[in-house]
Structures are given as C-alpha cells and as structure tokens.
C-alpha cells in the first residue's frame, strides 16, 4: 500500500471564468514548497439534556476551505501570483522580453482553481473559488527566497484522477537573496539588514445560507501594504523622516544575470518613528514598521513589474 510523500504531491493553477468553476483545461503546473491549503468542517457538541450523561451525536458545522501556499519567487510562475493578488497585468514588448506590470486598486480581483496531487494514494483535491488574501516575502542576505500566498476558497472537490489534464509547464528561473536591493527615492539604501513585505486584499467572505455550506464570494475591501525594514543605525535619513512624516517611495527588486527581473516599488512609505536601543557592545540596529498608502501622483499604492520571457499573463 503506498504511502503519500510530499515530494511526490503536484500542483496545478487555473484561472476561472465563472467563480467557483473549475475550468476544463488551462492549468499550469505550480512550483511550490509547501502547502496547507484545505477544507475543514468542524463537529458542534450536542448541547441537548435528558439522555444520560453520555452525549448525543455532534452536529456539522459549516464549511471553511483557506489556508497558505509557500512559493519560490520566480521570473515566470510568479507572475500567476501577482495577477491573483493585483488583477491582469499591462503587458508591454512585441518580442521576448515582455515587461508585465501589475497595479493595486483594481476593485475586482480574478478567482482560480487550484488542484493539489498525491498521486500514490490516489488522491486529487480540486479547491475551486481561491482568491488571494494576502502576499508576504522577506528580504534578507542568505537562504531560500520564497513568498507565502495565502488563500480564501469556496470549496474543496476530492477524487482519484486529476480534473487538470496535462497542465503547462513553465520554465523555473528562481530569484535568490543574493539578487536583491533596495532604493529608496531612486537610491540604493543602506545598512539594511532584513526587510518584509505583506500586501493584503483583505477580502471579506460572503458568508449566505447555502446547502452545501460554502461560502457565496470573497470580495476585496480595503487593501493594506505594510512590512518592516531593520538597519544599522548609521545616519538619521529614515528617522529624520519618521519625525517629519514624510512619504518616500521604495524599491524592492531581483535581477537575474540573464536578464529576468521582479520590481516590486511602493510608491508612498510612511515611517513611525522607531526605539534606538543600545543592547550590548555590538552594533545598534533599528526596525521601521512602515505603512504604504495611495500616491496622489502616480494614483496608486504600489506597482509590480515582472520582466520575463512569457508573452502574456
């Protein structure tokens, strides 16, 4: 009898026309670290008297399918991320490299199936009506560079053969650490030992009285761009405009020897002004938990470009 191993579970994404229908090809195979997308249906304890101390039969509760997808940052399956998290991009160039550029504030975001594999049992879980939630990455000098997407679904439909055909393989040309900077104002910053980004559509679930227990949408609210820069503490550039509450305007990006590129530019940061601690002998460092907000210039809060090989998102 076999026995599932995650390094043989596949994944596949498509894009869905209708929310909450799978679509019948198109699907894309998925690089992916790890995986907690699920469905859960929690048991309600019976509250009911007058049967003995032993209790009645629980009852099921309503349906929650979410959960978060570890991805490599890459030059090409990225760009499906992005368009989940930001809508389709504008796509510029008549011939490869294609520059693709991602906006927030679109009120609409698309929905996509996801279908995860463990082909040794055999079981295939097809998570219709995923929209994103939220996108989170860290920047730091060494490791594994990876993003954590994390999902809303509607539902979960589970079966022995996969519902995604063959799906399309897209060539895997990973960023690392080692091919980040960031700018600020158009220059490179400093002394910066770690940073990390979150986008959030903060999406609200439309949770109507169904059969079936799902939930009717997730819809998109407010979005938030948040994250945190730590530095050593050798000039008073960031803090003096901490102080003054200004906005300033950063540029997390990746650029691979061969051309590929991910930008990711937050047009408006706004810095608290942070605690300088002397902890010890060794240098001091200070972390900026920065808020991004709408640029009345450009219009918007943030803006991705991803510079690939790939003729259309």
């Known amino acids: 009898m076999a026995r599932a191993q995650g390094a043989r579970a596949q994944m596949a994404l498509a894009f869905e026309t209708i929310y909450g229908t799978p679509p019948a090809s198109g699907f894309t195979k998925m690089p992916f670290a790890s995986a907690s997308l699920g469905a859960e249906q929690p048991l309600l304890n019976s509250e009911l ?3 003995g101390r032993d209790p009645l039969a629980p009852i099921k509760d309503a349906v929650t399918a979410d959960g978060d997808v570890v991805v490599p940052i890459d030059a090409e399956a990225f760009g499906l991320w992005l368009k989940a998290a930001f809508g389709a991009p504008t ?3 008549t011939e490869a490299p294609y520059s693709h550029e991602f906006q927030s504030g679109a009120w609409t975001l698309p929905s996509l199936s996801i ?3 463990m082909p040794e049992v055999p079981r295939y879980a097809m998570y219709s009506g995923c929209v994103l939630d939220q996108l989170n990455w860290q920047m730091q000098r060494s490791g594994l560079l990876t993003a954590t997407a994390r999902l809303v679904a509607q539902g979960e439909t589970v079966g022995t053969t996969s519902s995604a055909g063959t799906p399309d393989a897209l060539e895997l040309k990973r960023f690392g650490h080692f091919n980040g900077s960031i700018a600020r104002n ?6 910066v030992v770690s940073a990390d980004i979150t986008y959030a559509n903060n999406l609200d679930r439309i949770e109507t009285i169904r059969a079936d227990g799902r939930i009717d949408g997730a819809d998109p609210s407010i979005a938030a761009l948040t994250g ?3 530095v050593r503490f050798a000039d008073s550039t960031l803090v003096t405009q901490a102080i003054n509450g200004d906005a300033c305007e950063m540029e997390f990006a990746y650029v691979l020897p061969s ?3 991910f930008t990711f ?3 408006a940061v706004y810095l608290p002004r942070p605690r300088i601690e002397i902890s010890g002998p060794q240098g001091v460092q200070a972390t900026f938990d920065w808020q991004a907000a709408r640029d009345s210039v450009v219009g918007r809060m943030c803006t991705a470009t991803l510079v690939n090989d790939v003729e259309t998102y």
């Not at 158009?186 to 002394?191: D, E």
């Open 49 to 51: 008297l007058g049967y």
């Open 91 to 93: 796509t510029t160039g």
């Open 115 to 117: 279908e995860t594999g």
């Open 186 to 191: 158009g220059s490179a910053l400093g002394n």
């Open 228 to 230: 945190s820069i730590e």
């Open 259 to 261: 051309g590929e590129s």
């Open 265 to 267: 530019t937050v047009h």
